[in-house]
């Protein structure tokens, strides 16, 4: 990976969790508390999550050039023959970072990756980065798909550190050991040098009057004291501000219930905690 770009990826084989809220909330404050130039990067699929958090969901439908494109065997000719590539992926969003979305190519890309040789697989995404994206930014975030394919693996070669929020709930502990066994797995490929490392685990959609959810947040504290951050906790505010095409950090204190401003300081001090892991790396 460049030296030069400060790079995460979200994941953990699971819908529902709030990578997505969580990707652009963590951008957001990249770019508006460290100054950082952000880049969101959605290859969760087609639901176009990450567009919609920032009511860009109908400006997103047709990409001049689509990210899916960057996995294909198209991508060198394109590369090589088109001039302001980025500027012809990127959308500006109104809270100052740019974001790349989904689109419709990426699960054919998928399976085509299936045919590419192991040995030129995984590393479609991390070539992109290191030649377009690492040049112009600071700080890139990859929202990506909540199960282990092959853009998946783009992706965590690409990044190397990896961002899992959990909901509180009874099986979320055992799913955070599988994970990290996923993530050994790929560590150990021998085609690759890709050490994809976990540098940040969270509670998210805390609701602080129930047992579950203050002991589940403890738990993950005891059991990860080097990478636990502060929990995120459950607020209306949250998806009415998606609804609204908006984060936490584009409204007025007066605007947000006491949970909203929980949640947003939250998402601060996370930012603080990636940010200053990543640079330590
Ligand atoms: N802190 C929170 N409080 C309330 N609702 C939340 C919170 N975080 C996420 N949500 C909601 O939970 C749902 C799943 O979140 P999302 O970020 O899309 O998860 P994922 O990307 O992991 O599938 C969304 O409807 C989102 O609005
Ligand atoms: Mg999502």
């Known amino acids: 990976m460049s030296d030069d770009i400060l790079s995460a990826a979200f994941y953990v084989p699971k819908g529902g969790i709030a990578k997505t809220t969580s990707a652009a909330h963590i951008g957001v404050s990249g770019y508006q508390n460290h100054g950082h130039e952000t880049v969101l990067i959605d290859l969760a699929g087609t639901q176009n999550d990450l567009a919609t958090q920032f009511g860009l969901q109908d400006d997103v439908a047709d990409p001049d050039i ?81 199960k282990e394919d092959n853009i998946t693996i783009n992706g965590l070669h690409a990044a190397e550190n990896v961002i899992a929020p959990l909901k509180p709930g009874a099986f979320e502990l055992a799913q955070l050991e599988n994970l990290e066994d996923e993530l050994a797995t790929i560590a150990n490929d021998d085609d690759h040098d890709a050490d994809p490392t976990l540098q940040l685990v969270f509670a998210t959609m805390v609701d602080r009057t129930t047992n579950l959810s203050s002991e589940f947040a403890d738990q993950l504290e005891a059991d990860y004291p080097e990478i636990s951050g502060s929990p995120v906790a459950e607020s209306a505010n949250i998806s009415d501000g998606q609804s609204a095409g ?36």
């Open 66 to 146: 689509p990210i899916s494109i960057v996995f294909s065997d198209k991508w060198d000719l394109l590369r090589d023959n088109a001039d302001d590539i980025v500027d012809r992926m990127v959308y500006e969003t109104d809270e100052g970072v740019d974001l790349i979305p989904a689109d419709d190519g990426l699960s054919a890309e998928d399976n085509n990756l299936a045919n590419v040789p192991l040995e030129d697989r995984y590393d479609r995404l991390e070539s992109f980065i290191a030649e377009e994206i690492a040049p112009r930014y600071d700080l890139v975030l990859f929202d990506l798909p909540g």
């Open 246 to 281: 908006r984060t936490l950090f584009a409204f007025e204190d007066d605007e947000l219930y006491n949970t909203g401003k929980r949640a947003r300081k939250a998402y601060r001090e996370l930012t603080d905690e990636l940010l200053s892991r990543l640079k330590e790396n």
